[in-house]
């Protein structure tokens, strides 16, 4: 079994140049920026290698960029890796998870129809949450969303 310091140390040495910045930030949480083109490569050694339990994806428009954090559970040695990615807001497009594990399938369809984020090769990019009436390119939690529909009361959500 692999110590926290082992896991932390091979990740460096085998992703040096996919890794932006890594922020240890308590014993049991890392976060670790790495290049767009990495996510399947690092993700992948990260849920197979690592034997880690993906948890969840959560994506946010950050004005400058659109950035998505994948959160990795490695419960062997408590601790949640967050992999970053920052991608570019007018085009925000990043490779799809899904290849690799099933379990990103719906938190990817989600994060494109809500941030606008295109996930290359995702086998069924169809929307999951928002009605079918809603327009093409209207991203309900990009900062600059402006109502399309006068009659609607959105103070309970979209």
Do not use: C
Not at 16 to 21: G, M, S, T
């Amino acid at each position: 079994m692999r110590t926290r310091e082992q896991v932390l140390k091979d990740l460096q040495t085998r992703f040096k140049d996919d890794i932006v910045d890594l922020l240890d930030k308590s014993p049991k949480r890392v976060y670790m920026e790495i290049k767009p083109e990495s996510i399947v490569r690092v993700g992948s050694y990260i849920f197979k290698d690592l034997e880690a339990r993906f948890n969840i994806a959560s994506g946010v428009d950050a004005r400058s960029h659109i950035e998505i954090l994948y959160h990795f559970s490695l419960e062997y040695i408590n601790l949640l890796i967050s992999l970053r990615v920052k991608l570019d807001r007018k085009k925000p497009v990043i490779d799809s998870l899904t290849t690799e594990f099933k379990a990103v399938n719906w938190i990817e369809r989600e994060m494109s129809e809500l941030l606008g984020i295109e996930f290359k090769g995702h086998p069924e990019m169809k929307r999951l949450l928002l009605p079918d009436e809603w327009p093409e390119g209207v991203y309900p939690l990009r900062t600059d969303y402006e109502e399309w529909d006068k009659n609607a009361i959105r103070d309970r959500g979209v």
